[in-house]
């Protein structure tokens, strides 16, 4: 069983689209975050989820929304893709405070926007 | 609030040795290492929490000083396999896992 799954893993779209990106965890973890990676790889936080309130937010365009229907799912949609938005976008989820756990990653979704 | 790592980049010869930095000017609940291959997603090496402890497994191991926020990753007697960007991530208490801009290793023959 994939702990953190996350669909898809590759998107191409045009700019000025609309998309979203799934994510699921089956671990029982409390929190659970999307972070992207650019070019230089580096691992920014874009959000992060406790207990389906959102709790840390930093200053990413309000274009991308996260949207949890639930402690197992996060999912990020994007409105108005922008070519700069082209990045690897990576959800992971842990377990913070008391027990905190290490961050389990899902596969990653290589976005290009053309 | 973002740790911050030292060395951006590093080249070794299989058999040397390495340490990699990572600080926080926020006091720290618990310091993550990850290791990240081109095309994947970052793999757990190992979490330090709070209290001075020390890990390791296999060559790789860390340390975590509280007082001064800053934690080392050791690798000793690198192998091929140690390639790829390493990245310590922090949280205090119960705030969110915030990452370093990582600390590319290349180990070459």
């Known amino acids: 069983d994939t702990a953190v799954s996350q669909t898809p893993k590759y998107l191409v779209t045009q700019m000025g689209n609309d998309k979203s990106i799934k994510c699921e965890q089956n671990l029982g973890h409390d929190t659970m975050y999307w972070y992207k990676q650019d070019s230089k790889k580096f691992l920014k936080i874009m959000f992060s989820y406790n207990n389906k309130e959102l709790i840390i937010n930093e200053t990413v365009p309000n274009r991308f929304s996260p949207k949890s229907p639930d402690k197992a799912h996060l999912n990020l949609h994007i409105n108005s893709l922008e070519l700069g938005d082209s990045a690897v976008y990576f959800c992971?989820?842990?377990?913070?405070?008391?027990?905190?756990?290490?961050?389990?990653f899902g596969q990653g979704t290589r976005l290009t926007v053309v | 609030q973002q740790p911050v790592q030292s060395p951006q980049a590093v080249i070794l010869r299989e058999g040397e040795d390495a340490v990699i930095n990572c600080s926080s000017s926020?006091?720290?609940?618990?310091v993550h290492w990850y290791r990240q291959k081109h095309g994947e997603a970052p793999v757990f090496l190992m979490i330090?929490?709070?209290?001075?402890e020390q890990k390791g497994h296999d060559k790789i191991s860390a340390s975590f000083n509280e007082k001064k926020q800053q934690s080392s990753l050791y690798l000793t007697a690198s192998q091929l396999s140690y390639s790829g960007t390493y990245f310590c991530?922090?949280?205090?208490?119960?705030?969110?896992?915030?990452f370093g801009k990582g600390t590319r290793l290349s180990v070459i023959a």
């Open positions: 926020k006091a720290l609940y618990s």
């Open positions: 991530g922090a949280n205090s208490g119960n705030t969110p896992l915030v």
């Open positions: 330090l929490l709070k209290g001075g």
């Open positions: 992971a989820s842990s377990q913070v405070g008391a027990g905190n756990t290490e961050a389990f």
